[in-house]
């Protein structure tokens, strides 16, 4: 078990992984800092972390006060459950999670905000990038299959006046997530938005990502000698 | 040369980060460690690593991201563009 | 006959208040005090009493000297080296002339330079001693930055001691001090500086505080001192191993490793005592020799290089032969 300290705005949290479960990144730590700065003033509300890993998002979030007092995760991976309630219970917060493939585990259930934490990059690059070691990743290859099925199923799990919160990363057929965004949404706008340098584990597969790309399936800046990718965070929302 | 890895990966050790935890907008004051004693930690370390050469590079301390560091060891030849 | 100038003596004053860093982490709860620590490697610092001003603590720094065999009207000069003066006007030379009750034909001027102080201080004395029938001089180097900073500046309050030092310089025919590596680059006058302080009113900005750009004084000091000492090596035809002692100002730890890295200098060869007295700017360098004196690091003949640089930009360094 290992255990890591994620920061947040004033305080840090102590977490544990479990075997099999996903690290948080630097997409986790854009996507819980995109969240706090724009949820217009939201607090103690009904908040799901979708793909929850570890649980890092959703335990951020309710430490700064945006969610109830009980929180809400679910992730297809066996071992997260009781990663996610050992996290919860270290950093005394009450959870409420399932497992299950994305909305499954949450029938006629409606939230305030909804967090998409799952897996959103090519599936060939989640093979050779060692993100996902252990952990599965079925966002084809594309990396689009899963978070489009989530933004189409997302409006039926969402209160009056919710929002949805998702990362879109370079890695993966940008074009086709923000094209359902915008189809299931009336408001789809970028919240944030970060860099990256390819990590020294992918050096020796640029050929593959360079194929991807041709392919339009990801895309990349080649700068500064290696390869910039980026993370965006999206919020979309419906006008009441 | 120097590559970029070897430039963030001194970054990294500067500020006693996890390897891979720095974005290419990482700047002073986005992250805890990064403060202005971390900024001069990073303004040593990457001295030691390019042997000396960064002392007289005159604008390299106004470089607060990881983005403008980068711009400015090129603009200096120091890596790859 | 040539004439020389010889330090006869260093007293020095620290206030009693002290400063440490489990004081400042109460006031600043959000510090990380180890990693402050850490890279500045200071411990402590020496504050002034809210009502206790540079010319008070100069004025004791002084008075240990006289305790030392010289008598006040042995004394024909006092410089005074500070940034924190009790008046723009007039000197505070002229003041400390008068409470330590030295004879009116005493020449009392006062320098306004900070790190690189005591070079330049030393650099006039010994010219004055050279040149003229003067037989004694005090040099006073004094600061109060604390009363400059603000509570919750993490750049500059983990640095900074207040202190005053007294040095007397005595006319001498064999050459002890000298010669002198001088430098100025006032191209970075705003890097190190205290706003609203003088006649030039800066709106919205609060009067007399000290602000400090780290990385543009770091980068100076790394791009200045080694080429100071260097110049000054060349100039007297000495090479490292002939400097039996190195005495930097006391900037901290991060700068002292740094320079100590770019010259390929051995520790021992580097006295060190920011630890536990923190960076008292001018006083800097007038303290580490008392200090380093008392620790048995000067002997009879060691050759001593001291390096001053910081606010201005200015720099100075100078060789002492203890004769």
């Known amino acids: 078990m290992e255990k890591f300290k994620f920061n947040l705005t004033n305080t840090a949290i102590d977490l544990y992984l479990f075997d099999g479960v996903f690290k948080p990144t630097g997409t986790t730590k854009l996507l819980v800092d995109s969240v706090i700065s724009n949820c217009n003033g939201v607090v103690n509300k009904k908040i799901l972390d979708l793909g929850s890993g570890c649980g890092v998002v959703a335990i951020s979030l309710n430490k700064e006060g945006l969610s109830e007092n009980i929180f809400y995760a679910s992730d297809l991976n066996e071992n997260t459950v009781e990663c996610v309630m050992y996290n919860a219970n270290k950093n005394n917060c009450k959870v409420n999670v399932k497992k299950g493939s994305l909305f499954e585990p949450w029938y006629q259930e409606k939230f305030d905000l909804i967090i998409d934490d799952i897996s959103g990059v090519s599936s060939e690059i989640a093979e050779i990038s060692g993100w996902f070691d252990g952990v599965p990743c079925a966002s084809g ?7 489009n099925t989530f933004l189409e199923d997302s409006v039926n799990y969402l209160n009056t006046g919710g929002l949805v919160f998702f990362p879109v990363i370079s890695f993966s057929n940008v074009k086709s997530i923000l094209s359902t965004a915008e189809k299931t949404f009336d408001i789809v706008e970028c919240v944030g938005r970060s860099e990256f340098m390819l990590p020294e584990s992918m050096h020796s597969s640029i050929d593959i990502l360079e194929k991807l790309k041709e392919a339009g399936y990801i895309n990349f800046q080649n700068k500064f000698g290696t390869i910039i990718w980026y993370t965006e965070i999206y919020k979309a929302y419906n006008k009441t | ?58 604008n390299i301390s106004k470089a607060q991201s990881v983005n403008e560091i980068l711009d400015i060891l090129i603009e200096n030849k120091l890596i790859e563009k | 006959m040539k004439l020389y100038s010889i330090i006869s003596d260093i007293q020095y004053y ?30 402590n610092r020496y504050i002034c009493e809210d009502n206790q001003t540079s010319k008070d603590i100069a004025l004791l720094a002084c008075e240990k000297l006289f305790k030392n065999n010289i008598k006040r009207s042995e004394i024909d000069f006092l410089i005074v080296v500070t940034e924190s003066p009790e008046y723009i006007a007039p000197a505070m030379s002229c003041d400390l002339q008068n409470i330590l009750n030295l004879k009116t034909s005493v020449a009392a001027f006062d320098i306004n330079l900070g790190c690189s102080g005591f070079v330049y201080g030393l650099m006039i004395a010994d010219s004055i001693l050279c040149a003229n029938s003067y037989n004694n001089g005090i040099l006073v180097c004094v600061d109060t930055y604390s009363k400059y900073i603000s509570p919750n500046d993490r750049t500059c309050r983990p640095l900074f001691s207040d202190a005053a030092s007294a040095t007397l310089i005595t006319r001498s025919q064999s050459k002890s001090v000298g010669p002198f590596e001088l430098g100025t680059d006032g191209s970075g006058y705003q890097d190190l500086i205290v706003q609203n302080s003088g006649t030039k009113k800066q709106a919205n900005i609060e009067r007399n505080l000290l602000h400090m750009d780290g990385g543009a004084v770091f980068m100076f000091t790394m791009r200045t001192v080694p080429k100071v000492v260097n110049d000054l090596l060349k100039k007297e035809k000495y090479k490292i191993e002939d400097i039996d002692l190195f005495v930097f100002h006391q900037a901290s730890k991060l700068v002292i490793d740094n320079i100590k890295r770019l010259l390929k200098l051995p ?14 700017v001018s006083s800097s360098i007038p303290i580490a020799l008392a200090q380093a004196k008392d620790d048995n690091r000067l002997k009879k003949g060691s050759i001593v290089m001291i390096v001053g640089f910081g606010v201005g930009l200015s720099w100075g360094a100078t060789l002492i032969r203890y004769i």
């Open chain 1, 141 to 147: 290859v594309g990396g689009d299959i899963l978070t």
């Open chain 2, 1 to 58: 040369m120097k590559t970029t890895d070897e430039v963030i990966l001194t970054i990294e050790s500067a500020l006693e980060l996890e390897k891979g935890s720095l974005s290419m907008d990482t700047s002073m004051g986005s992250i805890e460690q990064w403060d202005s004693l971390g900024h001069l930690s990073i303004l040593s370390s990457l001295d030691i690593l390019f042997d000396g050469l960064i002392a007289p590079i005159a």
């Open chain 3, 14 to 43: 620290l206030p009693s208040r002290l400063l440490s860093n489990e004081d400042l982490v109460s006031d600043n709860p959000d510090w990380r005090m180890d990693d402050i620590e850490k890279k500045t490697g200071i411990k």
């Open chain 3, 267 to 280: 520790d021992q060869k580097v006295y060190e005592n920011y630890q536990l007295v923190g960076n008292t």
